[in-house]
């Protein structure tokens, strides 16, 4: 999805974590990402550079997002490799890792799905990035989201399958959406995460 509207970037999510020492493994050496040099530096929270978006990890009980990021890097080996070097240290904890066909499955150590794919032409010029929140949402749900973001916050939707679901995608930014897709069952309390949007226009939404 190309054409932005009035949400132009996708700038961080939030997720709690109880220990700051096991989130730099995990964020900082295991996905090789890096921490934000200039705010957020003392110990009780750590904002984490994903090319122009963030992971925002404050202390506190740990949060799990009801759905999965989509992160591309730039080189998919060299990420495997250093999630190995990490696994010793995290072994106590949900750290998990899989491979699928051009992009690697990651479980944080508190249950985050993060799904890591090789940079490519699909992405534009981006090598490193957050490209997708996907959000796990019940049935019949998805048109009523599509229509909130176009009509409130003036965001491009579509209304198309996703991994086999009915789904919203909403264009929130170059090359990035938020993507909520129908799952059938009931789903887990919502913790508190968060995210957060940059919008072109912040009076018209506001007014409604």
Known sequence: MEDLGNVVALEHVNIRVPDQRLATLFYIKGLGLTRD???????????????????????????????????????LKALRC????????????????????GFIDVVCPWGNRIRCYQANSKYGPTTLGMVYVMFDVPVNSTKGIARFYTEILGAPARLRQFEKAPASHIAVG???????????????????????????????????
Request: proline fraction near 4%.
């Open 37 to 75: 040099p200039y705010l957020m530096t003392g110990v009780d929270n750590m904002w984490v550079n994903v090319g122009r978006s963030q992971f925002h990890l404050p202390t506190g009980r740990a949060q799990v997002l009801r759905g999965r990021v989509g992160l591309v890097v730039p080189d």
């Open 82 to 101: 250093s999630l190995e070097r990490v696994a010793a240290d995290l072994k106590k904890t949900k750290l998990a890792v899989s491979r699928g066909r």
């Open 174 to 208: 170059h090359h990035q959406t938020l993507i909520f897709r129908e799952i059938a069952g009931r789903s887990t309390k919502y913790d508190g995460h968060h995210l957060q949007l940059y919008v072109g226009n912040f009076s018209g939404p506001y007014c409604g």
